[in-house]
């Protein structure tokens, strides 16, 4: 890890985060090393548990909302966020497929689900500044406003946990072997 981030659990996290990373040991069997990360901060921590909750309240199916997930950690080049969401899109029966076309940058066959995984994408690398015709395209596809704002629950939950992630160098999971991921390399640290 770097910039002096640690792994903190509920024995040395501030009594805030304690409580927090408790009800995700509950849920999940494990805490994920993202919310250790996140726990320094109860409010960065209590921020990504509700953004969590609240986008699997978005009008997407969770398949839906893999694709889009994996859509915007291609483009924050997240390597943490990138395996993990890869085994949790196979638990959502993402097809494998699909998968490794977002891994990959490369179209989906499935034309819905293509026009999520190019918006979602597009909109991360220009920081929602898009164009008539790009919003258009999506509704085509037959998404709707209320999709395109969902959307941004998602591009805000994955922010804060891909920036995280650049900023800790967070370690990957056990649960997250086999799906490693190497960057395309685009991002650059600005010195």
Not at 58 to 87: D, K, P, W
């Amino acid at each position: 890890m770097i910039n002096d981030f640690n792994l903190l659990d509920s024995g040395n996290a501030p009594a805030a985060s304690a409580t927090i990373l408790d009800g995700v040991q509950a849920a999940w069997g494990f805490v994920p090393n993202l919310r250790r990360v996140l726990a320094e901060s109860p409010a960065a921590l209590e921020a990504y548990a509700a953004l969590w909750t609240i986008a699997e309240k978005t009008s997407f199916t969770a398949q839906e909302r893999n694709v889009a997930y994996l859509a915007i950690i291609y483009e924050n080049e997240c390597t943490y966020c990138m395996a993990g969401h890869t085994n949790l899109s196979r638990m959502a029966h993402v097809d494998d497929v699909v998968i490794s076309a977002i891994r990959n940058n490369t179209p989906i066959a499935d034309a819905r689900l293509e026009a999520l995984r190019s918006f979602a994408a597009k909109l991360t690398r220009q920081r929602g500044v898009m164009t008539e015709t790009d919003v258009g395209a999506f509704k085509a596809a037959g998404f709707t406003n209320q999709s395109v704002l969902d959307l941004l629950v998602l591009s805000a939950t994955k922010l804060l946990s891909n920036y995280a992630n650049h900023l800790a160098e967070t370690p990957n999971d056990a649960f997250m072997k086999g799906a490693e991921w190497t960057a395309p390399g685009k991002l650059r640290t600005v010195q």
